[in-house]
């Protein structure tokens, strides 16, 4: 990465000797006629994490970012000029049936030994970096009873049981009036089952129900299950309750009661580095994303990897433009056609819906500087790092084996996250340009800042300021560093992050592909 530096004069980063666009860093962008160190000049005025054109192109010609072309001139464009996205013709994706599979694994690199966290062990093996009652529901219908329920264990109940985190109600759209034996109903089902295993819920499982609806108990509980307590009534249908809403608020809490008794009785522990699961996920993306924060998520990945953690990183649309980038670092041939199994899959979702991939790009994105969702496609997927990727999950599945994770999920902050806990993250990191208040409630959620400007303006928000990787404060070693330590001092809970300080979450959001009726 070249870094034109210096805080009071014009500044440009090039990521890469084959870009012929660089971008901008000053905060308030840069004036027309504006002279960088090198000699180029801005043919007019250009925002901060803009692109700048270093060469004349002429029709046709390739613009080229992070060393791979992001786009087509369709007009004459002159050296210094703002490259804006109405000036680019967006390159068709990459065909899925030529991609090289497994042609560049990385190296296994030298184990990192010694690193752990304070976690709670789980009789199933998994480990939770939180102590959280959990509560499933099977439908929308029960969620208004649950919250007033769920109120009342935090008022009247918590305080008594100090050693749990928290009580929350895993309540969704899902459940009635949908069609349970379409084709892709097994996305949402196998999420609510999977979401109440979660390793932060510690196995104490209670589940809700209203008792007609199409998704029945049954369906999220298996009996043969050895990641949830059983022994233990786990069903109330509020369809039984003989006297109505106040039985029952008094049954849920008296479940709930002796959940929080056995919860009570967990104790931190010493455990490996190699017990934390993390899942990372961008939104409100910029131009900065690609340069500094994800690129240092990357570095903390590849350190959390040699510690022999797993590590998911997702966002199906966002990696689809790269995905010859991925396909060629799997460890396997096997791994490299699962990742093309889920190309595909979104592929053929999207154009059910007469849409594809460029509907990813949001009115944000492109205000901080993303043309199209190929350059942000090259900027999403750097959070994965340079490790070989060593596995596959379908969207609501639960992960089974350690390793660099591609969890397919669509792109959305909300459905991403929720697909995430299913998969069995403990530990969420979500990086953001333009920024957002996004929080989960099951899981501790780190938020860094591409940008310095953000990380001032929103200080009680953002964890981590992966800004000063652009103006020379910080290397991406240093800051991947930094996150990795975070990360374990966050899962032992000896720091909070500010969204967990503040009880930031967004609701539990299904992906739902299959028919209402």
Request: a negative charge.
């Amino acid at each position: 990465m070249q870094l034109i530096e210096h805080s009071d004069s014009p500044r440009y980063i090039r990521l890469h000797e084959r870009d012929n666009v660089v971008v901008v860093v000053n905060d308030q962008g840069v004036p027309q006629g504006t002279e960088f160190a090198d000699g180029l000049v801005t043919a007019e005025f250009v925002p901060q994490s803009h692109k700048v054109l270093l060469e004349d192109l002429a029709v046709g010609d390739p613009v080229i970012r992070y060393g791979q072309i992001i786009g087509y001139a369709l007009q004459p464009i002159r050296r210094g000029s703002w490259v804006k996205e109405d000036l680019l013709r967006m390159p068709s994706a990459p065909p899925l049936d030529s991609l090289p599979l497994s042609t560049e694994v990385p190296a296994v690199q030298a184990p990192l030994e010694g690193f752990t966290f304070e976690g709670y062990r789980n009789a199933d093996g998994t480990v939770g970096t939180r102590n959280i009652l959990g509560i499933t529901t099977t439908v929308q219908c029960v969620t208004g009873v649950l919250d007033h329920a769920v109120k009342r264990i935090k008022d009247e109940l918590l305080p008594r049981y100090p050693h749990v985190d928290d009580v929350v109600a895993l309540t969704h759209s899902y459940g009635c009036g949908v069609a349970i034996t379409a084709t892709d109903a097994y996305i949402p089902i196998r999420t609510v089952r999977n979401l109440a295993r979660n390793p932060n819920l510690g196995g104490e499982a209670l589940v809700i129900s209203l008792g007609c609806e199409k998704l029945q108990a049954g369906q999220v509980m298996h009996e043969d299950d050895s990641s949830v307590d059983l022994s233990e009534p786990w069903l109330y249908r509020l369809q039984d309750a003989s006297h109505g809403f106040g039985e029952m608020v008094e049954q849920i809490m008296e479940l709930a009661e002796v959940r929080l008794k056995k919860l009570d009785q967990r104790r931190r522990e010493t455990v490996p580095a190699s017990e934390l699961v993390l899942g990372m996920q961008c939104g409100g993306s910029d131009a900065f994303s690609g340069i500094t924060a994800n690129p240092a998520l990357g570095y903390a990945s590849d350190l959390l990897l040699r510690a022999g953690a797993t590590v998911m990183f997702s966002e199906v649309t966002e990696v689809r433009d790269a995905i010859y980038l991925l396909t060629s670092r799997a460890e396997s041939e096997a791994v490299a056609r699962e990742l093309v199994r889920e190309m595909d899959w979104y592929d053929r979702y999207l154009a059910k819906g007469e849409a594809d991939r460029s509907a990813n790009t949001t009115p944000g994105n492109k205000k901080g500087g993303l043309s199209n969702i190929v350059e942000k496609s090259l900027g999403s997927i750097v959070k994965s790092g340079s490790s070989a990727i060593n596995g596959v999950l379908g969207p609501g599945e639960r992960f089974t084996r350690k390793g660099l994770i591609f969890c397919a999920t669509p792109a959305s902050d909300f459905v991403c996250g929720t697909l995430q806990l299913a998969a069995g993250m403990n530990l969420h990191v979500f990086t953001t340009g333009r920024g957002t208040p996004y929080g989960l409630a099951m899981a501790p959620v780190v938020k860094v800042s591409t940008r310095s400007e953000l990380a001032q303006r929103w200080p009680d928000l953002i964890d981590i300021d992966a800004g000063r990787i652009a103006t020379g404060r910080a290397s991406i070693e240093e800051l991947g560093w930094e996150l990795f330590h975070f990360y374990l001092d966050v899962a032992s809970g000896k720091q909070q992050t500010w969204a967990e300080r503040h009880k930031l979450h967004n609701d539990i959001t299904l992906f739902n592909p299959a028919p209402i009726t």
